[in-house]
Structures are given as C-alpha cells and as structure tokens.
C-alpha cells in the first residue's frame, strides 16, 4: 500500500517542490496550507507521516503538533527558518520527530521522509517476548512501550524510542554520537550530530532521568553515551 505523507505550510512553492520530490519517492502526498486544515486532514486521512512548518500563520506549528500529540503518534517532521536549539527542544518535547531548517533540501527530506517510515514499522505479532528488563526499566520492542518502575508507561517520539532500544541493546557499550545516529537515524542522516543531544534531554525527561547523577543513560564526557542500568535478574 503506498504510503501518505501530509505537508502542512503556508507557502505553495514549498508544497509543489516536496510533491515533486516525494511523488517521485513512491509516495502519495497530501497537502494543507494552515494549521487548522492540517489537523483536520490527520484526523480525516490519516497519513502516515506530516511534514509540519513551525511558522503558520494564526495556530503555529509546535501547537499543531500538541494537539497532533493529543490523539496520535504518526511520526512528524518540524519544517522551520528557525535554527536556534531552544527551538529544536521544544519541537522534540512536544513530540517531533526530526527537524529541518530552511534553507533545505527537498531530496534531503524526503529521503529523511524514507528513513523515518522504515523506522516506525512496527513487525507484527511476535512469536516470543523479546521485551528489555532492567532494574527499574521495561522495553518492549514489539509494542514499542516503555515501563518505568512499577507502572509508569511515559509516551516517546518515535526517534526517542529508537534511541533508547539502541543503547539498551548494548548496555555499557559508549556509543558516539555519529555511531548513535548510524543505529537509530540511519547512513542516509543529513545534518548537525548533535541532534543526539537534544533527543537524550527529551529521553532523560520522559524516563525522569537525572543528567547530574543518571540511572539509565549517562553521559561519556567528549565521546558520547552509553546506557547504565543492569539487566533483571
């Protein structure tokens, strides 16, 4: 079954040019020129990814995406001018999966588009529990849940989760962050690495993770991350 991206943005150039682009991918592409129409074609269309530009006008897009967040996981990509990281953290605390600057690259994004899908499939019913059980932390990769402690079941992004099965497949390992980004964004990844950075903030908040003394992901000064927490026994 194709798959169906919704692009949410203001300006019908930037429109024309991801259709051209994602068309070209083997996708069907949706479009919606502000954020009340985007909401009300997630929720009518249903698509399986929504590329999202941050600076609408009237309902902007961090709160398009809240709202998204309120009903659905589909993955989203932030599409925005702005570069500074405050704005990056607030994108990916409020759910976003990646995030791209304008000036961009149409190919650069769908390809990113591409990595994001494959990503998120989830395989279907497994034939054994490959849950991960550690002290304090549960994993399950099938129904991509997390548990911390004895029943809190915080909500991650798609990215967060990815990153967070990554390093609890390899406990103790240090990771680097462009070996991080190998594992979770994929070799096709375009952009700053220390996208690793922000997403680690947001994974640490969700599993109430204290930077300054971790239980679950600690930080390798100048190299990378590594993940903490013993294996249940």
């Given amino acids: 079954m194709t798959q169906r991206i919704l692009v949410v943005d203001d300006e019908p150039k930037i429109r024309m040019t991801l259709r051209g682009y ?24 249903q698509p399986d990814l929504v590329v999202l530009d941050v600076m609408l006008p ?3 897009g961090f709160e398009v995406l ?30 976003s999966d990646d995030y791209v600057t304008k000036p ?11 990595a994001i899908l494959r990503r998120a499939e989830i395989p279907g019913q497994a ?10 932390l549960v994993i399950d990769p099938d129904t991509r849940t997390v548990t911390v ?18 390093l609890a497949q390899a406990p103790g390992r240090v990771f680097t962050r462009r070996g991080l980004i190998e594992h979770v964004w994929g070799n096709d990844f375009f952009g700053d690495e220390r996208v690793v950075d922000v997403h680690v903030r947001t994974l640490r908040r969700a599993l109430g993770d204290d930077a300054s003394t971790p239980r679950f992901v600690g930080t390798v000064r100048a190299i990378g991350y590594r993940f903490l927490a013993r294996p249940a026994g």
Wanted: charged share 30%; net charge negative.
């Fill in 149 to 166: 402690g004895a029943d809190r079941t915080p909500e991650l992004s798609a990215l967060d989760f990815d990153l967070l099965v990554a």
């Fill in 127 to 136: 034939a054994e529990d490959r849950s991960l059980r550690f002290d304090g």
């Fill in 22 to 45: 994602l068309e070209a991918d083997g996708f069907e592409v949706l479009e919606a020129p502000d954020g009340p129409l985007g909401l009300a074609a997630v929720a009518r269309e």
């Fill in 66 to 95: 809240r709202r998204i967040r309120a009903t659905s996981q589909v993955p989203v990509i932030l599409l925005t001018a702005r570069t500074e990281e405050v704005d990056r953290i607030i994108g990916f605390t409020a759910g």
């Fill in 58 to 60: 009237g309902l902007d």
């Fill in 104 to 114: 961009f690259s149409a190919r650069e994004l769908a390809l990113r588009a591409r």
